[in-house]
């Protein structure tokens, strides 16, 4: 089950459950749309992955499941990354 991070770890946005700008990578490290676009290029600074829309999980089902708190913030901000 995705852990629905509450933030992007670039510059630190609030990213709810039902926002539709989060994007993430097979990790799940999670960024919002702009830094993703204008910082990323649609690439995970962390392992290079592409970054994709992250799905949103119906308001009933965060109920019993629901998103993580634990922010994850590079203080330092995201470097450019490079498509391998």
């Known amino acids: 089950m995705l852990e629905l991070r509450p933030n992007c770890e670039c510059c630190d ?3 709810p459950p039902e926002s539709g700008d989060a994007l ?3 990790f799940e490290c999670t960024f919002c749309s702009d ?7 649609g690439f ?3 392992c290079g992955g592409e970054l994709v829309r992250r799905p949103i999980r119906p308001a ?10 634990i922010r994850v ?3 330092e ?8």
Request: net charge positive; with cysteine.
């Open 60 to 69: 009933a089902k965060l109920v019993n499941n629901p998103a993580s708190t």
């Open 44 to 46: 995970c600074p962390n």
């Open 35 to 41: 830094c993703a676009a204008t910082v990323l290029g």
């Open 24 to 26: 993430i990578c097979s």
């Open 77 to 84: 901000g995201c470097k450019p990354v490079k498509a391998a």
């Open 73 to 75: 913030f590079k203080a």
């Open 13 to 15: 946005r609030d990213l």
